[in-house]
T-cell receptor, first 111, second 113 residues
Framework: GQQLNQSPQSMFIQEGEDVSMNCTSS?????WLWYKQDPGEGPVLLIA?????ELTSNGRLTAQFGITRKDSFLNISASIPSDVGIYFC???????????FGTGTSLTVIP | KAGVTQTPRYLIKTRGQQVTLSCSPI?????VSWYQQTPGQGLQFLFE???????NKGNFPGRFSGRQFSNSRSEMNVSTLELGDSALYLC????????????FGPGTRLTVL
């Protein structure tokens, strides 16, 4: 299946700092989603992107759909302890008609 | 609106047994997809059901099967369990599949001893 590469794999940051993570692929995707997963729970949708170049915010979170349609990034501003978790990107292709998931970025926020 | 529910939340089985997991989608959602999540492999797509028909399938052996009922509830079955089947099994529902945003349930944690 398609591979979505997320980076960084893990991050340790101080509370209050901004965070940036991205997701890249060698293939074109027509939808990008960002999820957050807490331990033992299912992923929760944070932001959905449907159009190349689209920039969408959800509170302190901002995500962008790359112009090339091969990447997306997620920014978190002024991090707080409850931002801790694993963040996944997911992309949808018409070929295969399924969502492919990134490998995840583990975020730790130090109070 | 209630979210996606999965039962049971935790399950312990032994090798060779079979298991059935259940997923109830968000009301009005007709597509249910199943994923296997393991630390080493991340989220791997198993299959998608829409209107009681399997519409898409990932790269898993035939021991993994599923079905969907007329009320859109879905079940997943794994036969002849292997140690490597230990994982978090997630289901996600969407209105009609395809590009529609998927909403995940809390998952069923399966441990095979």
């Amino acid at each position: 299946g398609q591979q979505l590469n997320q980076s960084p794999q893990s991050m340790f940051i101080q509370e209050g700092e901004d965070v940036s993570m991205n997701c890249t692929s060698s293939s074109i995707f027509n939808t990008w989603l960002w999820y957050k997963q807490d331990p033992g729970e299912g992923p929760v949708l944070l932001i959905a992107l449907y159009k190349a170049g689209e920039l969408t915010s959800n509170g302190r979170l901002t995500a962008q759909f790359g112009i090339t349609r091969k990447d997306s990034f997620l920014n978190i501003s002024a991090s707080i302890p409850s931002d801790v978790g694993i963040y996944f990107c997911a992309g949808h292709q018409n070929t295969g008609n399924q969502f492919y998931f990134g490998t995840g970025t583990s975020l730790t926020v130090i109070p | 609106k209630a979210g996606v529910t999965q039962t049971p939340r935790y399950l312990i089985k032994t090798r060779g047994q079979q298991v059935t997991l259940s997923c109830s989608p968000i009301s009005g959602h007709r597509s249910v997809s199943w994923y296997q999540q393991t630390p080493g492999q991340g989220l791997q797509f198993l299959f998608e059901y829409f209107s009681e028909t399997q519409r898409n399938k990932g790269n898993f052996p035939g021991r993994f099967s599923g079905r969907q009922f007329s009320n859109s509830r879905s079940e997943m079955n794994v036969s002849t369990l292997e140690l490597g089947d230990s994982a978090l099994y997630l289901c996600a529902s969407s209105l009609a599949g395809g590009l529609d945003t998927q909403y995940f349930g809390p998952g069923t944690r399966l441990t095979v001893l």
